[in-house]
């Protein structure tokens, strides 16, 4: 004969409570990170070591129906397989997760439409805020939401719209280090990979590289820029190929950034073109293993873990303070040099092609 067992039900904020010997609201501030500061250290203690013994789990649905607060944040980025969003994220999470807060995470394919209906999604689940990587310079949906009164902080881009908070790398002096780097190799025509101008990361570095070469002196040509329309590998091979084939002289090449960089390799092995030898090239990033290319990659170092604590702390200070005011961080960027950048040699690079 078999008997079916009643099932065991799970243990309540009651029960921690009652165990530890304190008022159910004590127990819940115990509990919770954000407001653990406002239970004396000795009794909060106490509460973990009662909840623990009994495997008590916090429900936070019911936590966010009580008090209308999730203790949750959207976090949208652009492409989640380009291999700077992860240190980013992992910014992100170090500084949300001691304070109580967990990221969701979603990922919009640079696809506008794809973009608002995950924002909604996000906003239905009651995130608090947004931390938004997608930003273009003209963007109406993040105005949008500012002018509702939702909190987020825009990371590594920015909108043309000044109201809106923002951390990024400082694009315009990285620039200028890589032009200063291969001016001081001897390199007077450098062609520019330039991303796309809808970006405010696309923008400022080329308008920076313009700059820099009229700071140094150096060929001004706008046939040395080459517009991309998309921050891919792809791309950065398009765009190299043409300036090839269009018989450009240059010796050295700054990329907008290190998928663009790539671009540039995937070119190199096909026409038998040595770097730094024949062409060098500067990458902008210092994403993970470009290390690891042949020959490694110089490149603009973006501090993306630093990106990601940050606009993570300055959301929480958004989140917590009703009289937020609104501010911009830029983040000092440093020039990784590797093998990929040399003297130039004489034989221009128009007979490379």
């Known amino acids: 004969m078999s008997t079916t067992l009643p099932p065991v039900r799970p243990p309540t904020l009651r029960d921690v409570a009652l165990g530890a010997g304190v008022h159910p609201a004590t127990a819940s501030r115990a509990l919770n990170p954000a407001t653990r500061p406002l239970v004396n250290t000795e009794t909060a203690s106490r509460v973990l070591r009662v909840a623990e013994s009994l495997g008590y789990r916090p429900n936070p649905i019911a936590r966010s129906l009580k008090t209308s607060r999730s203790a949750t944040v959207g976090l949208v980025i652009p492409d989640l397989t380009n291999p700077l969003f992860p240190p980013i994220v992992r910014g992100i999470e170090d500084v949300l997760g001691p304070a109580g807060y967990n990221a969701w995470l979603v990922n919009t394919d640079n696809d506008a439409d794809r973009e608002e209906s995950l924002i909604d999604s996000l906003r239905s689940r009651q995130v608090e805020g947004l931390i938004v990587a997608t930003a273009r310079l003209q963007h109406p949906l993040l105005d949008r939401l500012h002018a509702e009164g939702v909190r987020m902080v825009l990371i590594n881009r920015r909108t043309a719209n000044a109201d809106l908070p923002s951390v990024t790398g400082d694009d315009a002096t990285g620039v200028a280090t890589a032009v200063a780097h291969l001016a001081d190799l001897g390199h007077r025509r450098i062609v520019h990979l330039a991303g796309p101008q809808n970006t405010s990361t696309g923008l400022v570095r080329h308008r920076a590289f313009l700059q820099a070469l009229r700071d140094h002196g150096l060929d001004d040509d ?9 921050w891919s590998e792809e791309e950065g091979a398009r ?30 092995a096909e026409r038998g073109i040595e770097c730094p030898r024949d062409l ?25 873990y630093e990106l990601g ?19 911009s961080v830029l983040l000092p960027l440093t020039l990784t040099r590797r093998q990929s950048t040399g003297p130039p040699r004489h034989t221009p690079a128009e007979n490379l092609g």
């Open 222 to 230: 706008l046939g040395l820029v080459a517009q991309c329309a998309s």
């Open 239 to 268: 765009a190299l190929r043409e300036l090839l084939d269009a018989g450009r002289e240059f010796t050295a090449v700054i990329a907008g950034n290190d998928l663009l960089a790539l671009g540039c390799y995937d070119v190199f």
């Open 280 to 304: 060098s090239v500067v990458g902008f990033n210092d994403m993970p293993f470009i290390d690891k290319l042949r020959p490694p990659l110089t490149s603009v170092r973006v501090p993306h």
């Open 309 to 327: 604590s940050e606009a993570a702390r300055m959301l929480l200070e958004g989140l917590r303070s009703p009289t937020w005011q609104v501010r």
